[in-house]
């Protein structure tokens, strides 16, 4: 079946540093792929998207490209900040299984000022 | 964008009581709705996919007769957990795709915690 895997966590990063959180998935077709962010004690809200292949998606300076040739769909940051310190999930969604979400285990971001 | 309300944030209860969790998407008609557990420091486990006016569908491994779901609206699911034990104890959210709009995009809900004593 379909899945996600990311790089596991805890990531402890100084604030400015740059921020690699690697995700790779397996899935038949041609799936959406996500990055979720949740802060502490919330739900997950949408960081970025990319719908099809060589797809970036991109929002508040997090950036991750959808790299079919190597099924991967890696998080990005240049210069991370104190607030970015949340969990991370990767997740694709397909057609098949009426649009179920597949997260990966989660990676927690912690940035120290 | 689109909202999915999830009450109540929080609940306690005793042992052997029912709690009743609710999802509405606010401002988008929802035919499918998911409901997830999250253990601490965990992924989230997808247990059953609400559809509404029939039947949910329930992941393996998931109780369906402990976890009951009903999707009696285009805007409304409710998670009822049943005779709730300390185990039962988690985070549960849910989610909903706006269909319409953004397929395969799920708007979440902002999770409850519940706590069984």
């Known amino acids: 079946g379909d899945s996600v895997t990311q790089m596991e966590g805890p990531v402890t990063l100084s604030e400015e540093a740059f921020l690699t959180i690697n995700c790779t998935y397996t899935?038949?077709?041609?799936?959406?792929l996500f990055w979720y962010v949740q802060y502490p004690g919330e739900g997950l809200q949408l960081l970025l998207k990319?719908?099809?292949?060589?797809d970036k998606g991109s929002n508040k300076g997090f950036e991750a490209t959808y790299r079919k040739e190597t099924t991967s769909f890696h998080l990005e940051k240049g210069s991370v900040q104190v607030s970015d310190s949340a969990v991370y999930f990767c997740a694709l969604s397909g057609h098949t299984g009426g649009f179920k979400t597949i997260f990966g285990a989660g990676t927690r971001l912690f940035v120290k000022a | 964008g689109a909202v999915v309300s999830q009450h109540p944030s929080r609940v306690i209860c005793k042992s052997g009581t029912s709690v009743k969790i609710e999802c509405r998407s606010l401002?988008?008609?929802?035919?499918?709705m998911f409901w997830y557990r999250q253990f601490p420091k965990q992924s989230l486990m997808l247990m059953a996919t609400s559809n509404e006016g029939s039947k949910a569908t329930y992941e393996q491994g998931v109780e369906k007769d402990k976890f009951l779901i009903n999707h009696a609206s285009l805007t409304l699911s409710t998670l009822t957990v049943t005779s709730a034990h300390p185990e039962d104890s988690s985070f549960y959210i849910c989610?909903?795709?706006?269909?319409?709009?953004?397929?395969?995009?799920?708007?979440f809900g902002a999770g409850t915690r519940l706590s069984v004593l």
């Open positions: 899935a038949t077709g041609y799936p959406s």
């Open positions: 989610s909903a795709p706006d269909r319409v709009l953004a397929k395969n995009i799920q708007y």
């Open positions: 990319a719908t099809k292949a060589d």
């Open positions: 401002d988008f008609q929802a035919t499918t």
